[in-house]
């Protein structure tokens, strides 16, 4: 795929810093004096750059807009109102280039958008309208002309989101098994230490968790504050912007991912929509509305493309009502929703007598905040996983003893019509916010837990027969499920880090039961094992097929909680309070951070990776041997996949709290990651146990890595040198058998009479 970068080449480019043009009698081209203060200049407003924006004003606005700007009054029902008066100094100057840019690009009230307006046509329109109302105006952003096109895009097809290309990224875990695994293997554990930075950019601030996407050489990177932008993936130049307009700038975070099928991009934005952009050039394909502001929902998780539907979780306040809980599919062509299905039961379904007598309107907060499902299109089920309810304590809910479903669960979903085929419940009459809405992957695998390390193993399992099952780390109390995913059937589970909630599980049935000594009443004070930081938390683990280890970042965490009210309101939430701190069960020095290595065949721990600092990045494995992750303390690793030993590691701008991804363009791979915090939960939480650690936060950026040449020609050189080596026994061979053949024809023409 070709990138079109953007088309100033006829223009006049000047860029003057702080300093340059004041005194030192420097100027670059376009010959115009600095302003005071030396700020940016950008782009000479040239005859050749006006007459470029005449032509296309003429061509696309004057017939609303006038000759002049004035703006002709409307005629044949469009525009139902005059357009404003492009001569006012007044309206224009509340306005930057930018704003006008977009305006032309993205359409504004009653004017429509105009997508195919880029590069040098768009800034020298912009640079026309602005001489309506100051004729003395003599340059123009560059940013203005920042929005270009894909070339030679090609469509995602459903073909290719279950079987992605080696090269691209094209959804949260890289396929639809959740894996987070890359099969490329340019970087490999004997050359990772080589690694060398391709190219940074800046972010907009707020949390950070995202995922880029990469498609044919085309990087789609979701940044906090409903901005979206296409990159060459080569050099993180941009192509085209997509920004809301008309939000109040406040605190945001970025989804964790967008979802990318045939030419559209998907997302949700902060003022309750969900959002298909054209990939080739950002601009608005559609948009349906998902939510009022205030009305409680709200996403973490993005969308997610299964057979050309847009399925989508949500968090759901609890002064929402259990009304807003619910998972739904829309139309990935036309925005339109498919089905709905909520995640709290009504009365008279399955699952309303886990309730009790509680009333449907007071069943609050179970839903689907976490990481996106996994799907299998060959049972055609998605794989959901469900949060806990509020508030916390169960007898301020009035649900003493009682299940809650389907709180903390794996809900397995008809893709067609969203009906609940089978669900596990991971964590029953949940008092401590200890949600089970992390990622699960689909393995084939031969099912063969090993008693030594796996406490509860099903009498159901045949050892070493092979299984389609559902497995990992579901949720905060770090214990491994392996469920059979055509039916739910518990298999085995196994414990990674000191809990001190469930105390046994019953391997016929997999039935979870809950330690009564932490069900206590508000204002009691209990310690809990671990945090409702995690344990596991939101930053996803990853699975190697190389060597069928499950790999998750964990943090040791363990907190006092207190409920504080024994009249809660929806507006309380969990009515509770957290105090966090350290495990009494391990040693010093402490060591917050984590990574383990299980083997999801037998369930055994084969490795162990420990840090001061807690390890809050999502985990990416390759076909190269190598596990990516980072931590709270800005440090970016490279681990051996079998061995857990660090065999890289660098220092980028913020904590390591966005997903590690790598892809390929021209036979090159690249690994990138967006970092800057500012997440909270479990961020914030495991700097409560090391104040030492102080880094900035929210400050985002995204860093991609790569060989360098003089590596891979090298190990170019040393594959051509080996494969020569190996060919030459084989040439050996075949010189010697073609001397045998010539002796043999030789002596037969001998013997001939």
Known sequence: ????????????????????????????????????????????ITPELLARGRRVYERSCGSCHGASGEGNPPSGGFPAVTPAD??????????????????????????????????????????????????????????????????????????????????????????????????????????????????????ESGGQYTTPLVHDGVMYLAHPGDVIQALNGRSGDLIWEYRRGGQERRRVRNLRNLAIFEDKIYTFTSDGFLLALSAVDGSIVWQTKEAEPGSGIGHMGGPFIVDEKVVS??????????????????????????????????PGEPGDETWGDVPWEERLHIN?????????PDLNLIYWGTSVPAPSLEVLRGTAGLDVLYSNSTIATDADTGEIVWYYQHLPRDNWDL?????????????????????????????????????????????????????????????????????DIDPAT???????????????????????????????????PRTGLMYQPLQNMCMYMTGITDKPTPAEGYATSRIFLKDPTLPEPYKVGQVVAVDLTDGRTEWLHQQRAGMIGTLLSTGGG????????????????????????????GPVSGS???????????????????????????????????PPQGLNAIFVFMLPERVLERENNASRTLTSWLLLPLGIMLLLTAWWFLRRLIAARSQAP
């Open 1 to 44: 795929m070709l990138l079109c970068s953007t088309a100033l080449a006829s223009t006049s480019v000047l860029f003057m810093s702080a300093g340059v043009g004041q005194g030192s009698g420097e100027e670059q081209q376009g010959q115009l004096e600095a302003p005071r203060g030396g700020a940016v200049v950008g782009i000479a």
């Open 86 to 203: 492009l001569r006012k100094a007044p309206l224009m100057s509340g306005r930057t280039d930018s704003d006008i840019a977009r305006i032309v690009r993205y359409g504004a009230f009653q004017m429509p958008p105009s997508p195919g307006i880029g590069g040098d046509d768009l800034l020298g329109l912009v640079a026309f309208v602005r001489r309506f109302s100051d004729p003395e105006v003599e340059t123009v952003d560059p940013e203005a002309a920042a929005q270009d096109r894909v070339e030679d895009y090609q469509p995602v097809t459903g073909g290719m989101l279950e079987e992605p290309p080696d090269s691209d990224w094209l959804m949260f875990r890289g396929n639809y098994r959740g894996w987070g695994y890359s099969p490329l293997r340019q970087i490999t554990t004997r050359n990772v230490d080589n690694l060398q930075l391709a190219w940074s950019r800046a972010m």
């Open 313 to 346: 979780g949500r968090s759901c306040s609890a002064v929402g009502g259990p009304g807003i809980c619910y998972i739904a599919a829309h139309d990935a062509r036309t925005g339109q929703e498919l089905w709905r299905t909520y995640t709290i039961p009504k």
């Open 368 to 376: 689907t905040w976490g990481n996106v499902p996994s799907y299998d």
């Open 435 to 503: 949600d089970h809405v992390f990622e699960r992957f689909l393995v084939d695998v031969e099912v063969a837990p090993d008693p030594s390390e796996v406490e509860w193993i099903s009498p159901n399992v045949t050892l070493g027969e092979r299984r389609r099952v559902i497995t990992g780390m579901p949720g905060k109390t770090g214990i491994v499920y392996t469920l059979d995913r055509e039916t739910g059937e518990f298999l085995w589970a196994r414990q990674t880090l000191h809990q001190n909630v469930i105390t």
């Open 510 to 544: 997999g039935k979870v039961s809950v330690n009564e000594d932490v069900i206590v009443g508000p204002f009691e004070k209990i310690l809990v094992c671990p945090s409702s930081g995690g344990g596991k938390n939101w930053p996803a683990g990853a699975y190697s």
């Open 626 to 653: 190598l596990v990516f992750g980072g931590d709270v303390n800005r440090r970016f690793k490279a681990l051996d996949a079998s061995t857990g030993e660090v065999l890289w590691e660098t220092i980028v701008s």
């Open 660 to 694: 590690a991804i790598s892809y390929a363009i021209d036979q090159r791979q690249y690994v990138a990651i967006p970092v800057g915090g500012d997440t909270a939960s479990p961020e914030k939480r495991v700097l409560y146990l090391h104040h030492e650690i102080r």
